[in-house]
T-cell receptor
Framework: DSGVTQTPKHLITATGQRVTLRCSPRSGDLSVYWYQQSLDQGLQFLIQYYNGEERAKGNILERFSAQQFPDLHSELNLSSLELGDSALYFC??????????????FGDGTRLSIL | AQTVTQSQPEMSVQEAETVTLSCTYD???????LFWYKQPPSRQMILVIR??????QNATENRFSVNFQKAAKSFSLKISDSQLGDTAMYFC???????????FGEGTQLTVNP
């Protein structure tokens, strides 16, 4: 058990819908990262938050947004869903910002299926 | 941009034997970290081992060890005394010391046969 909690484990929805994925980091970790794992793109970094503020942005679509709350949990919002958004979405956390941004410990992921 | 390459999509090994997974990377940075993550059929991402680029000594964690060749930009993982539970997809990953994002390779599917 990595200590990173992601809910829900599975999500099935339809195109055009909006979903929210939730992540609670390990106790004491201030940084939260979101990654997408898909068959065609592999593992891709989406976004990082550190102590409530956006710290780094990767290949995140404009239809996707995230935030980190004062209690340090984070949510990833995906809207106007398309079939290609079907993927495994991971949350990871680390103690702090660089150079304390490693290692990153991963949650079990949320599997999103778009029908 | 950094790239990570794992040239072996699939590998297999007999239980109790030793296997080495390859990883090469490309970067202009001098300070960075390298990792191996394991993803079993349960789809979890589990940290196996990490290496700091400024350390010449190769990292070891029980049956897992790495061969880090900084000049060659090579970072291989050796698994000794392979066990059935080692069956998983293994990902090599790179992180700049000053950066946030892990850059992953394509993965190597390892199967340990009884």
């Amino acid at each position: 058990d990595s200590g990173v909690t992601q809910t829900p484990k599975h999500l099935i929805t339809a195109t055009g819908q909006r979903v929210t994925l939730r992540c609670s980091p390990r106790s004491g970790d201030l940084s939260v990262y979101w990654y997408q794992q898909s068959l065609d793109q592999g593992l891709q970094f989406l976004i990082q938050y550190y102590n409530g503020e956006e710290r780094a942005k990767g290949n995140i679509l404009e239809r996707f947004s995230a935030q980190q709350f004062p209690d340090l949990h984070s949510e990833l919002n995906l809207s106007s869903l398309e079939l290609g958004d079907s993927a495994l979405y991971f949350c990871a956390s680390s103690r702090g910002a660089p150079p304390l941004n490693q290692p990153q410990h991963f949650g079990d992921g949320t599997r999103l299926s778009i029908l | 941009a950094q790239t990570v390459t794992q040239s072996q999509p699939e590998m297999s090994v007999q239980e109790a034997e030793t296997v080495t997974l390859s990883c090469t990377y490309d970067t202009s940075e001098n300070n960075y970290y390298l990792f191996w993550y394991k993803q079993p059929p349960s789809r979890q991402m589990i940290l196996v081992i990490r290496q700091e680029a400024y350390k010449q000594q190769n990292a070891t964690e029980n049956r897992f060890s790495v061969n880090f060749q900084k000049a060659a930009k090579s970072f291989s993982l050796k698994i000794s005394d392979s066990q059935l539970g080692d069956t998983a997809m293994y990902f090599c990953a790179f992180l700049e010391t000053s950066g946030s994002r892990l850059t992953f390779g394509e993965g190597t599917q390892l199967t340990v046969n009884p």
